[in-house]
């Protein structure tokens, strides 16, 4: 049976990652590869890597980690932030990451989606969509961290991320994200009737009864959450044990 | 020397990583003579089934391939890889495949989520040097839309539900198939390339 996904996320700037401000001011970095193989012998399922640098020269070193990465574990991960063209997407696939998530680019150039689904394969494409509430039953997709939106409806670029060639989608609820109080079962319930691609729920984990919720039949085939990993609030093995108690089937033979 | 076959795009170096870990030497090459003098090839596979023959017949490997293998050289593909392998495949209209073994390829229904992605089960069908020390129902990594659908029975070694039953590893001789990423599959997969490894003589 196939099994659920536990995906913790690394937002990685300047070649560390980045896991937020929990207290004023003080930035708690650490090192990728450490926190990449540490997940992966907790049995974390996939793992995504955000850059959330911009220059060049940064993106050089954040693709010198992806390789590291990859050197050092064994399971899939994902790389999303920058992505903006194909030779992107052949740059970060050749370093030895498994798929790419697209977001804001696809947006202003669905097209994206259709050429690199064609020249890579639907199933390393990841469309991220970043979605909010505008009015009852309807959310938007917004841009530029949520702070543009584009007043497309979530729904439909969800459909016409699938019928361009996305292989899985990602729904980001800017509604409930860093809220800790659960994700956005509504939202990601509507969206993941409407295609036949996998979803991975993001935003809004706090307790391992959300990921119990989420993760229900019909909801979500895998749950993307950073912080309550990053600070030790969730234990992964903790988590899917709890998870299997409830009749998700989670892998656990690591 | 293990050469792996390399016919473009996609993510082949957790494959070699993985290699190096078993300390398998292995070398990425699309040089016919490199193909002759290795003791084992892996096909590896990701993207459109007619890209990837295509890609084959242009750097003129399709007679190597199947000359050697037939010749009793250890093969394993992986993923698109494995399907390969077939006659045909109905991806993007029939292809033809190398045809190293009986049955054709095609798109999993929509019954189920396509591309059937993430960690599912091996059910075993049979003993082999391949599946050595690893367990009935151990988690491995698939991510594909097509699958081995018409086969011989006796050339399974493990399969996996979804929706159907998805033919998991295969095994003819000195050919192998493993419709998921061992690379990817964590322990399990490690010992699986290490089985294939220990094939190699």
């Given at each position: 049976m196939l099994a659920k996904r536990i995906i913790p996320?690394?937002?990685?700037?300047?070649?560390?990652?980045?896991?937020?401000?929990?207290?004023?001011?003080?930035?708690?970095?650490?090192?990728?590869v450490e926190i990449a193989k540490r997940y992966n012998d907790e049995g974390a399922d996939e793992l995504v890597f955000y850059d959330i640098t911009a220059s060049?020269?940064?993106?050089?070193?954040?693709?010198?980690?992806?390789?590291?990465?990859?050197?050092?574990?064994?399971?899939?991960?994902t790389v999303g932030g920058g992505i903006r063209t194909l030779e992107d997407i052949h740059q970060v696939l050749r370093a030895g990451a498994d798929k790419v998530s697209i977001n804001s680019s696809a947006v202003k150039d669905p097209q994206l989606i259709k050429r690199a689904a064609k020249k890579f394969g639907s199933q390393c494409i990841v469309l991220s969509l970043d979605a909010k509430k505008v009015e009852f039953d309807k959310w938007s997709i917004f841009i530029h961290g949520g702070r543009k939106n584009t007043y497309r409806d979530a729904l439909e670029w969800a459909i016409a991320g699938e019928t361009l060639g996305a292989g899985e989608l990602v729904v980001n609820s800017i509604d409930v994200d860093g809220e800790k109080n659960g994700y956005n079962v509504e939202l990601t319930k509507k969206i993941a009737e409407a295609v036949n691609i996998p979803v991975v729920a993001s935003g809004g984990a706090g307790t391992i009864n959300h990921f119990q919720t989420i993760l229900e039949p019909g909801v979500a085939d895998a749950a993307l959450a950073a912080s309550v990993f990053h600070y030790g609030e969730i234990y992964i093995p903790d988590l899917k044990n709890a998870l299997s108690k409830h009749n998700i089937p989670v892998r656990r033979n690591t | 020397m293990i050469t792996i076959i390399?016919?473009?795009?996609?993510?082949?170096?957790?494959l070699q990583f993985a290699l190096e870990k078993l300390e398998l030497e292995s070398i990425l090459t699309t040089d016919p003579d490199e193909i002759k003098k290795a003791r084992a090839i892996i096909l590896p596979g990701v993207g459109a089934f007619e890209d990837a023959m295509l890609a084959l017949k242009n750097a003129n490997l399709v007679h190597v391939i199947q000359e050697e293998v037939t010749n009793g050289k250890p093969l394993l593909g992986i993923c698109l890889g494995m399907q390969l392998l077939y006659e045909t495949s109905s991806e993007g209209g029939i292809s033809k495949g190398l045809g190293l073994i009986e049955g054709k390829i095609e798109r999993i229904t929509d019954t189920v989520k396509v591309p059937h992605m993430g960690?599912?089960?091996?059910?075993?069908?049979?003993?082999?040097?391949?599946?050595?020390?690893?367990?009935?129902?151990?988690?491995v990594y698939f991510v594909h839309s097509y699958y081995a659908s018409e086969m011989n029975a006796s050339e399974l070694v493990c399969s996996t539900a979804y929706g159907i039953e998805v033919p998991a590893i295969i095994q003819k001789d000195n050919i192998i198939g493993m419709q998921f990423h061992p690379e990817k599959s964590g322990k399990v997969g490690i010992q699986l390339l290490k089985n294939f490894g220990g094939m190699v003589s």
């Open positions: 996320c690394l937002d990685v700037d300047k070649g560390r990652v980045v896991k937020g401000k929990k207290f004023k001011d003080i930035k708690d970095v650490a090192d990728p060049n020269e940064e993106r050089n070193i954040f693709l010198e980690i992806v390789e590291k990465v990859a050197a050092e574990i064994a399971i899939p991960f | 390399d016919y473009g795009a996609g993510n082949i170096k957790s960690w599912n089960t091996l059910s075993m069908k049979q003993n082999s040097t391949i599946v050595k020390h690893v367990e009935q129902n151990a988690y």
